[in-house]
């Protein structure tokens, strides 16, 4: 999935995301410092698009609105939904960032659909 989100100015950010669906919703996850995250910080506009692994964009956009979960309900389900998705990868990315210390600031975004 591609995810479009939009600086102060108005210009608009797209970026590949891994994501899982549950319920009505989106989550995903990134770094706690990314641009995605300040940017959604400033704003919860945002767009999605099916994708490739590459972003390159396969089909309509959507405008949605995004927000950083800080729940621990929703962090936990929004774990689960991508494990079940992804599976070893997710384990795999887990793994490496367990070890470099990022897990800990990673940020979990919801998206309402």
Do not use: C, N
Not at 18 to 33: H, I, N, Q, R, S
Not at 71 to 76: C, H, K, L
Request: glycine share 8%; charged share 30%.
């Amino acid at each position: 999935m591609a995810l479009a989100t939009f600086r102060r100015s108005g210009a608009e950010v797209r970026t590949p995301v891994w994501f899982a669906a549950v319920d009505g919703k989106l989550y995903l996850f990134t770094a706690g410092e990314s641009g995605k995250v300040k940017r959604l910080r400033h704003s919860a506009r945002a767009r999605i698009a099916p994708s490739d692994m590459r972003g390159a964009v396969r089909g309509e956009w959507w405008d949605v609105a995004a927000r950083i979960a800080t729940e621990p309900r929703v962090i936990e389900r929004a774990r689960t939904v991508l494990r079940a998705k992804y599976g070893w990868q997710m384990w795999l990315g887990d793994l490496f960032s367990r070890l470099t210390g990022r897990i800990r600031r990673r940020a979990w975004i919801e998206i309402e659909v």
